[in-house]
């Protein structure tokens, strides 16, 4: 069983920096693509970035130039750089790991809070 843990979130001024990171615990990690996701309050859960076990990495649009993933396959765990801090970036950011060529291997952290306020 897959277990993954979030931390490093926080309260941020705009233009500031964080850093977030995500353990996991499980065997094989090596093989799964890793993401980390956002979501607001009533709304749907969106990708931020992920990265393929190969480390191809993949963002969405509006954190480009901003966001970096990255992993560490010898610590088993996954990272978000974040720079230039929006008040928009302001979400829950959860991290997510899977298998996409098998059903069944999708699993979820519980998250952690980004707060982006003067």
């Known amino acids: 069983q ?10 941020v001024q705009p233009g500031g920096s964080l850093r ?7 065997s094989a990690f090596n093989i799964y693509a890793m993401g980390w996701y956002r979501q ?4 749907q859960r969106e990708l931020v970035a992920d990265i393929t076990r190969s480390g191809t990495t993949n963002y969405a649009d ?19 750089q974040i720079n230039s801090l929006k008040t928009e970036d302001r979400d829950i950011y959860y991290c997510n790991a899977k298998i996409p060529w098998e059903d069944g ?3 979820w952290g519980r998250g952690t809070q980004v707060t982006v306020s003067s």
């Open 20 to 26: 977030l990171s995500c353990a996991f615990s499980g």
């Open 105 to 107: 291997y999708d699993y």
């Open 62 to 80: 509006t954190v480009k130039g901003r966001f970096t993933i990255s992993r560490d396959n010898a610590k088993l765990a996954v990272y978000l």
């Open 40 to 43: 607001a309050p009533g709304n």
């Open 2 to 11: 897959v277990q993954l843990v979030e931390s490093g979130g926080g309260l």
